[in-house]
T-cell receptor, first 112, second 112 residues
């Protein structure tokens, strides 16, 4: 069983709409949580990183939240654009930061 | 900007062939990683290296080996390719254990 679960598996929204992607994890000891964006045919690129003490972090239209008590994170995308179409991957780092657990990703499609 | 390059974007090999996947990073990063990415499973760590000539097994090292003779180059070797090694292979590098990983564009390997 994957220790980092993402939902939904895929999502289709209309351009301009908002959406929220979820990430639940069971791994410990927790070090940090990153959200990556992976465009088709490209490697993942980091969007945000949050440590235990941070509960929200923004990067433009992307806002990530973290509840370390319930081990849940979300990525909220505001006013979606066609270029937001990608896979979004949640990655949890353990105490040794080279030990990382990847979610399977959410495939987001933004349609005009 | 960090640049991580991989030798091939697409590769087709036959069962039993020896396969070399090359990865080069240009930012003097200490750590380098090889992952495979399969639908529904997320990224899984095959091997990583934290220094020249050093290597550590990841979660799924069976059937793979690695080589790091120079700091900037990390090679993944499939000694005898099998069909279940058909996958997307991603290389990444990071400055240290607590730093963001930067990914290459990936190599889509098909083993027939």
């Amino acid at each position: 069983k994957n220790q980092v679960e993402q939902s939904p598996q895929s999502l289709i929204i209309l351009e301009g709409k908002n959406c929220t992607l979820q990430c639940n994890y069971t791994v410990s000891p927790f070090s940090n949580l990153r959200w990556y964006k992976q465009d088709t045919g490209r490697g993942p690129v980091s969007l945000t990183i949050m440590t235990f003490s941070e509960n929200t972090k923004s990067n433009g239209r992307y806002t990530a939240t973290l509840d370390a008590d319930t081990k849940q994170s979300s990525l909220h995308i505001t006013a979606s654009q066609l270029s937001d179409s990608a896979s979004y991957i949640c990655v949890v780092s353990l105490g040794n930061n080279n030990d990382m657990r990847f979610g399977a990703g959410t495939r987001l499609t933004v349609k005009p | 900007d960090v640049k991580v390059t991989q030798s091939s974007r697409y590769l087709v090999k036959r069962t039993g062939e020896k396969v070399f996947l090359e990865c080069v990073q240009d930012m003097d990063h200490e750590n380098m990683f090889w992952y495979r990415q399969d639908p529904g499973l997320g990224l899984r760590l095959i091997y990583f290296s934290y220094d020249v000539k050093m290597k550590e097994k990841g979660d799924i090292p069976e059937g793979y080996s690695v080589s790091r003779e120079k700091k900037e180059r990390f090679s993944l070797i499939l000694e005898s390719a099998s069909t279940n090694q058909t996958s997307m292979y991603l290389c990444a590098s990071s400055l240290g254990s607590y730093n963001e990983q930067f990914f290459g564009p990936g190599t889509r390997l098909t083993v027939l």
